[in-house]
């Protein structure tokens, strides 16, 4: 099977590989179209740690090929339409027994981060891929693939999004105009908030306006906190969602939510520097401020059904898509600010 495997760090080579073998209780997958993340950009540049050789792609979208040993035929059958559940949950730790299977403890400890004997990685980059059953969701087959492979990255939004409870009228600011601030800018429209989004590139404020964002700020014009003071009566947002990496805008998320409002940290952070923090506001003012990692089990299914019921269209999003051969030239691409979501696609 065709397969873009990154061999070491900015050295992507499409080589032939063996099909993966089935053990019990898994499914073949023949990939359909896979989107590149934020990690595989930062994955191909070297800055995340696994073991070579590596096999990139964890947003993507399948055809089950072939049903393992031992998998429920009632319920998964050969030629549906599936997305994995890709965080290698282990099912024992504490944080998987309170349902916090996003942020199991082992979840990076699996073949999917280190494979002494083979590649390491989630497949979505080749031509098939593994999957253990009880991680997949049926698609409806109408769904096309394209906005079925940002299911991981709805899903994580969509977790992000459920941890703040926006209610009608609120104010929302998401800060930052990259494809995860776009998926959050959509999902609080639904939720019936004025969206506020800070974005210093005009040209991404504009496609912030256009899905949906009530106001567009500049934070490089003048003190972001004050310009959404200056928009709220200076009460502050009622929810604040930080999309960027940078510390000085996770600490001023912090600072711009308003009494009794949520804030947050959804995006990792680089490099992770200490942010000072106010405490005796915390304090008065009771905000509550809270980080997600990843997608739930149960915010996937969400993505899912938000996706193929239309309930969300992620088509504007999408800015091109690429043939498998040229998977470096669309990971320069997805690096790019001109670019959002970049599909690989690798079958029909
Ligand atoms: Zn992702
Ligand atoms: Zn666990």
Known sequence: MKACVLVAPKTYEVKDIEVPELKDGQVLLRVLT?????????????????SYPHIGGHEYCAVVEKIGPNVNENLIHVGDHVINYIIDDCGICDDCKHGHENI?????????????????????????AVADARDLYVYPKETPSDVASLTEPLACVINSIQRTPIKMGDD??????????????????????????????????????????????????????????????????????????????????????????????FSSIHPNKPIEVDAGRLHKAEIYVTGTQNGTKESFRRAIDCISKGIVDLKPVISRTYAPEDIVEALDFAASPESYKVLIEFSK
């Not at 979840?107 to 098939?128: I, K, R």
């Not at 959404?228 to 930080?242: E, S």
């Open 104 to 128: 199991c403890s082992e979840f990076m400890n699996g073949l999917n981060y280190n494979n002494p004997d083979g590649y390491s990685g989630f497949y979505g980059f080749a031509e098939y």
């Open 172 to 265: 929302v600011v998401v800060l930052g105009g990259g494809v995860m601030g776009l998926l959050h800018v959509i999902c609080a429209k639904k939720q019936g908030a004025r969206v506020i989004v800070s974005e210093v590139n005009p040209e991404r404020a504009a496609v912030a306006r256009q899905l949906g964002a009530d106001v567009t700020i500049n934070p490089m014009e003048s003190d972001v906190v004050e310009q959404i003071k200056d928009l709220t009566n200076g009460r502050g947002a009622n929810v604040v969602f930080n999309t960027t990496a940078i510390p000085s805008v996770a600490a001023q998320a912090i600072e711009m939510t308003a009494k009794s409002g949520y804030c947050n940290i």
């Open 34 to 50: 896979a989107a590149i993340c934020v990690n595989d950009v930062r994955d191909y540049q070297g800055e995340n740690k696994f």
